[in-house]
């Protein structure tokens, strides 16, 4: 299946929103900054904020926000200067700005690709993260380095992505990415891509990119399920 797009001139082809429905309906019930703070797919158990270390003060960005819940997190219980909630899906964005609009200045929702983004900001974050964002569905060949300039020296980026594909079909052993399915606004089948990689892979690209003290951890679910993953939680930093 291909990716979908529409036309908005002859000139001119827009994709569309393929978030559009993510999260929707719990954003009609649930309006709360969250408690907590999970990496693991299930949001249910594992690590938490403490991967991140004492981010009081610090400029931290979330890359792929989505309606900003961990940021909203970030901002409400560890006192950073400022959380950046970065996503390119117009109605991801419209979502945390009216889920946690009242959290800012220290809460900046920014609708934008998060690749273009840290190219144009280098050297302004202490920590970049992304909580099944970004380092799944963006290309890591242009990611990985742009994080790496917009951190500053030492700075760390952690995410959490997934060990295998749902379903339990295993991680790609080269960069390699998947098509996914996806729904436009209107509800047509559409397809989006996503980075299922090994954790040598991750490993090889960090290192490649010039990140140090690399480590890429494999969380299980805490109950199997048809549905449930493996989670691989990767953690580097700048070169100081």
């Known amino acids: 299946m291909t990716r979908v797009t529409t036309a908005s001139s002859p000139a001119q082809a827009v994709e ?50 989505g309606a ?31 889920l946690y609009g009242h959290l ?7 609708r934008a690709d998060a690749t273009a983004h840290l190219e144009e900001h280098p050297d302004e974050y202490d920590v970049l993260y992304s909580v099944f964002g970004s380092l799944d569905f ?6 990985l380095p742009a994080a790496a300039r917009a951190l500053r020296p030492g700075g760390l980026l952690t995410a959490s992505t997934l060990g295998h594909y749902l379903g339990g079909a295993s991680a790609e052993p080269d960069v390699q990415h998947a098509d996914v399915p996806a729904r436009t606004p209107d509800g047509a089948q559409a397809t989006m891509r996503r980075w299922v990689l090994q954790e040598t892979v991750w490993t090889k690209l960090l290192d490649e990119t010039g990140f140090t003290k690399i480590s890429v951890d494999r969380l299980p679910p805490t109950v199997p399920s048809r549905r449930a993953a493996d989670t691989l939680l990767v953690c580097a930093y700048r070169q100081p």
């Open 68 to 98: 900003a819940r961990h940021a909203a997190h970030l901002v409400a219980h560890h006192a950073p200067a400022r959380v950046d909630a970065i996503d390119a899906s117009p109605a991801q964005h419209a979502m945390a700005c009216d």
């Open 16 to 65: 569309p929103d393929l978030w559009h429905h993510y999260g929707r309906a719990r954003a009609d019930t649930d309006r709360t900054v969250p408690d907590t703070f999970r990496w693991v797919w299930a949001q249910d158990d594992g690590p938490g904020v403490e991967v991140l270390g004492d981010i009081t003060g610090l400029i931290v960005a979330d890359l792929g926000a």
């Open 138 to 143: 963006a290309d890591p060949r242009r990611l």
């Open 104 to 110: 800012a200045p220290h809460l900046r929702t920014v």
